[in-house]
């Protein structure tokens, strides 16, 4: 693969490089090894603080990078991963003068004129944007997110340093062979993209609002139309204190359990049935009101989980729940891509005694997203690659276990987790139950009926005439002939009484006096035959085929 580093970006590749050597990771594009990484005792706690100080020195885009790094187990040590989760994203405010002239271009019209009231001072100041306090003309109050000048530019031009120095490290590199970097900052250019444009962030609040309505404890801010564009954002203004500034004291004016049930339930909701959730639920983005609620905001940035993938999570986390070790396995192994070192044996042995270990603390000790996290670090270092999915999950779970703990110190994630997902996997299994779903089986069924007599003839033809062929390796013949023999058997055995019930259901017409129950009796003969012959082809199929297969295990 030619080098694909650009010599306009000079600059930034001598940052990056500085703040490798700066952490004693001058080697790290050409000898990182994850597995050893992961295996750090704590002794680089220091560095990693230090790490992400230049991260944060370093602007927007390596802020966010160093959030969506703190969610891979398999790539870092928890030490990193831990510092990394509590990047802070606080920067000096912009200018008032040039955010009122974002806002007047993008709505259209003065501030004096667009709001009755406007707070110069911003509430909240971040590396993307600042929001500030306002009131609309009808007297509603709301909070207004305005991007910071040219941060979208800047935002471009490292995305480009960083996928060049990703297929950099993908081309020249094992572990970038291994682990496949260009993919991860493809996903990590599309999120940060998407948190860019502050029109799909309102589109993300309506459907969150939307999915959590049935939820009377949990609130969502909601867009203002007229007021939103792709640099401006005007929503439902919440009052409230930071639930990561709740003092215990405080705890004593609300009901701290039944918020955290209610939260932990949400968003298992988001994950397993909504299959969309708010990804950063730190308890800064959850917000206690003064009505005992509790508020999600910042959703600029979200994800997605497909059916399968949800139905694939649900079975792991009533695992994980229940204590089955082999079953979490199981459902990992199936869920990651497994890569050249993959090793299942010592997989399991790992995994199975990861989740004995957690069954031994305390409920207050218990960290749910620790535990996933624990399991993606695992697969990495066995050699098998977790989806997204996953470290998106245990990212969730770990602010949600912070969030609770402040919430709640003896509420219990295990339980709640086993108790809630219980009842997602019911609606799922009455879901598949549904009209609709039972109206589609019937159709396959009716195309299965018209096509299985052609079909059969297909078969039936080709073995007449010896021209049916089997490319079959390592078989023995005599076995395979016999087996062909006995689904012949069966096969005709079934057109029969195919057969008799067709007939005497054709006789059923017919007019005759001699009757047995109330039917003509040769109808019944047959029906009976029918019946009898069905039995008699299960029983023989139960009774030849189970001893068989027991054999061959």
């Given amino acids: 693969m030619v080098m694909s580093l650009k010599a306009n970006h000079l600059s930034r590749y001598k940052d990056i490089a500085a703040l490798l050597i700066k952490h004693g990771r001058a080697d790290a594009l050409r000898d990182f090894d994850p597995e050893n990484a992961a295996r750090n005792d704590g002794t680089g706690i220091d560095d990693a603080r230090k790490l992400v100080d230049g991260l944060e020195s370093m602007g927007p885009t390596f802020i966010k ?4 790094l703190s969610t891979r187990a398999d790539l870092l040590p928890p030490v990193y991963l831990d510092a990394l989760s509590r990047l802070q994203d606080d920067v000096e405010p912009v200018p008032f003068a040039a955010i009122e002239q974002i806002i007047t271009a993008e709505v259209g019209a003065r501030i004096a004129k667009a709001f009755q009231s406007f707070d110069a001072t911003p509430l909240a100041s971040a590396s993307l944007g600042q929001v500030h306090r306002a009131v609309l003309r009808d007297g509603r109050a709301v909070a207004v997110k305005v991007q910071r000048p040219g941060v979208r530019e800047r935002v471009i031009e490292d995305m480009k340093v960083i996928e060049e120095l990703a297929e950099f490290v993908d081309g020249h590199t094992k572990v970038g062979r291994s682990y496949g970097f260009g993919g991860m900052v493809e996903e990590f250019r599309r999120t940060i993209m998407a948190e860019l444009d502050y029109q799909l962030e309102a589109a993300n609040l309506r459907l969150l609002g939307s999915n959590l309505a049935g939820y009377d404890r949990i609130v969502v801010p909601q867009p203002v139309d007229d007021y939103t564009t792709s640099l401006v954002l005007t929503m439902d203004l919440v009052e409230g204190r930071s639930v990561g500034s709740l003092s215990p004291l405080a705890r004593q004016d609300f009901d701290g359990c039944a918020l955290a049930a209610q939260l932990f339930d949400a ?7 909504d299959g969309f959730l708010h990804a950063d639920p730190h308890p800064g983005n959850v917000l206690l009101t003064s009505d005992g609620r509790l ?3 910042d959703l600029g940035m979200v994800a997605r989980v497909t059916p399968e993938i949800q139905d694939a999570l649900v079975r792991l986390l009533l695992a994980l729940s229940e204590g089955n070790g082999r079953g979490v396995a199981a459902v990992m192994a199936g869920l990651g891509e497994k890569l050249g070192g993959w090793d299942p044996g010592r997989f399991e042995r790992e995994i199975i005694l990861l989740i004995q270990e957690n069954q031994a603390v305390t ?23 977790p989806p997204a999915e996953l470290t998106m999950l245990g990212k969730a779970l770990l602010n949600l276990d912070q969030v609770a703990n402040h919430l709640d110190p003896e509420f219990d994630p295990n339980a709640a987790i086993q108790e809630h997902v219980g009842g997602i996997m019911r609606r799922k299994m009455l879901r598949s139950a549904s009209p609709a779903n039972l109206l589609s089986a019937a159709m396959d069924a ?4 018209e096509k299985l007599p052609g079909r059969v003839n297909k078969v039936m033809d080709a073995l007449a005439e010896g021209q049916m062929t089997l490319n079959i390796q390592g078989i023995d013949e005599k076995e395979l002939m016999r087996g062909i023999q006995k689904l012949a058997n069966r096969l005709t055995a079934g057109l029969v009484i195919a057969a008799l019930i067709v007939g005497a259901a054709m ?14 009796s040769v109808a019944i003969v047959c029906f009976l035959a029918a019946a009898l012959a069905g039995v008699w082809l299960v029983l023989n199929s139960v009774m030849h085929d189970l001893p068989q297969r027991r054999r061959r295990r």
């Fill in 65 to 68: 990078l160093g959030q969506l």
């Fill in 267 to 273: 968003y298992l909701d988001q994950i397993l049935v």
């Fill in 295 to 297: 508020a999600l905001i």
């Fill in 363 to 385: 409920v207050r000790q218990l960290e749910a997203g620790r535990v996933v996290g624990e399991l993606a670090r695992i697969a990495g270092e066995c050699g098998l690659r």
């Fill in 446 to 449: 009716k195309e299965f009926t």
């Fill in 507 to 520: 006789l059923m017409q017919i007019d005759t006096r001699s009757k047995l129950f109330g039917y003509p």
